[in-house]
Structures are given as structure tokens and as C-alpha cells.
């Protein structure tokens, strides 16, 4: 545990309070309290003023320790390299099987299921996040791909491809996936 995390726990059980009812204080999901608690993620500055005025406490002169802004920072350079990665990784994918010599029906259906899968698993695995968030960080690679595509190619050649169909199924499915109830279309 590091010193933000044991602090907001001795805090919370010197009140007397459960997880539950500090969340019900801060007006945030329980989940963030086990999360925070657990040391599991980096909480915004909303987040820990919101906890922080309910345990009567100031928390974000906490997360300014040394050893916590280096923590902090190394998190978020972390993370910006691995939504790169996975950004690049995703427009890969996809222009190989829609815009690549060797690429026929079969693999522009592959590329057309793959973005609807894809995002799919992106939203039940990031609920926490909200749409801008997730559109910022998993849709704008691709985003910047749909226009150097048409700039380099034109749009006839992005679109008998396939793969001007599959960027925007991919990018709604992302944006708009919280608000679609999938799990019932599904039935999971």
C-alpha cells in the first residue's frame, strides 16, 4: 500500500465508516473507494477532493509527496505509451485486412466483425471510463488514420476497402457503448 491509499483507509475507519458509506458520501461508485484503498489505479483530482471533503481531510497535498508525483508521473507516461501501442496495434489490424494487396472478401468481413468485437471488448473492459475518455485514448489513432487515408488515397479507394465502414462502426461502438445496452442484445 502506498501512503494515499493507507490514509484514506485509516481515515475512513477512524469515522467509523464503511466502503459503502464513504462512497455514498464522496457521491462516487464504491469501486473507486476498493480501487483506491487497493492502491489499483490513479485517482483524478476530482476523485480526491470528493473523497477527501467527506473524510475531512486534505488529499491532494498527499498525492504531491515526491515519491508519489514520481509514482504518479511514470503511470501516466506508462499508460500514454501503451494506448500508443494499442492505437497502432488496432490500425494495423485493420488496414491489413481491408487495404493490403493480398486482401479479399474474407478478410474485409474479418475486418468488418473486428471492429465490431473489438470495441465491443474495449467498453466492457473500460466502464469505468467515460465516452471522451476512451474515444481520446483508444479512437483517435484511428481518427488520424481515417484522414491521412483520404488524404494520401481519396475516398473511393477508403470506401471500396472497407475500410472507411469499419472506422466509423469501430469509433461508435467506442463512444457510444455505455450507453448501448450490448450486454442484453447479447443476452449475457
Known amino acids: 500500500m502506498n501512503l494515499l491509499s493507507e490514509q484514506i483507509t485509516e481515515s475512513r475507519k477512524a469515522k467509523g465508516l464503511t466502503q459503502e458509506e464513504l462512497a455514498a458520501l464522496a457521491k462516487v461508485n ?14 483524478r483530482a476530482k476523485t480526491l477532493q470528493l473523497v477527501g471533503n467527506a473524510l475531512e481531510i486534505d488529499l491532494i497535498n498527499e498525492i504531491g509527496s515526491s515519491e508519489n508525483k514520481m509514482e ?12 500508443i501501442i494499442l492505437n497502432i496495434v488496432i490500425i494495423m489490424a485493420l488496414g491489413y485486412l481491408t487495404i493490403d494487396s493480398a486482401a479479399n472478401t474474407n478478410s474485409r468481413i474479418g475486418a468488418f466483425l473486428l471492429s ?12 469505468h471510463m467515460n465516452s471522451m475518455e476512451r474515444f481520446l485514448k ?35 461502438i467506442l463512444f457510444y457503448g455505455n ?6 442484445l447479447l443476452k449475457i
Open 138 to 172: 483508444l479512437g483517435s489513432g484511428l481518427i488520424l488514420y481515417f484522414l491521412l487515408f483520404f488524404v494520401l488515397h481519396g475516398f473511393p479507394a477508403g470506401f471500396t476497402s472497407g475500410l472507411f465502414v469499419c472506422i466509423p462502426i469501430f469509433i461508435s
Open 30 to 43: 464504491l469501486r473507486t473507494i476498493q480501487r483506491l484503498e487497493n492502491n489499483e489505479n490513479i485517482p
Open 72 to 83: 504518479f508521473y511514470f503511470t501516466k507516461v506508462m499508460n500514454v505509451i501503451f494506448f
Open 116 to 127: 465490431l468485437f473489438i470495441p465491443y471488448f474495449i467498453v466492457r473492459q473500460t466502464e
Open 179 to 184: 450507453k448501448l445496452n450490448l450486454s442484453s
